[in-house]
């Protein structure tokens, strides 16, 4: 019969899935900043830059926002992302 884990264990699987959301949500969201630009942008508002492909627009949201901008919307990503991650590995 196999004994049954410990509460430390559980804690710690849900510290590293916590620290592996926010690790995620850190690297990959001015991808995902990106992305939803490109999803919006239709060609037919004039004061929204055309961007050319992802670098450029990488490059041109850092230069006219700064890294604001690139990370516009990261609380609520990270905080969503760190709590069901947490969840997942601790259940």
Do not use: C, K
Not at 6 to 18: I, Q, R, V
Not at 52 to 62: D, E, G, Q
């Amino acid at each position: 019969m196999a004994a049954l884990p410990s509460a430390d264990w559980e804690w710690e699987n849900a510290t590293a899935g916590a620290a592996a959301g926010l690790a995620t949500v850190t690297f990959s969201h001015p991808l995902d900043v990106v992305r939803t630009r490109f999803q919006v942008y239709d060609g037919r508002i004039s004061n929204v830059p055309a961007y050319r492909n992802t670098p450029h627009a990488l490059f041109a949201i850092a230069r006219s926002e700064g890294l604001r901008g690139l990370y516009a919307g990261f609380y609520p990503a990270v905080l969503g992302s760190t709590i069901s991650w947490g969840l997942y590995f601790f259940l």
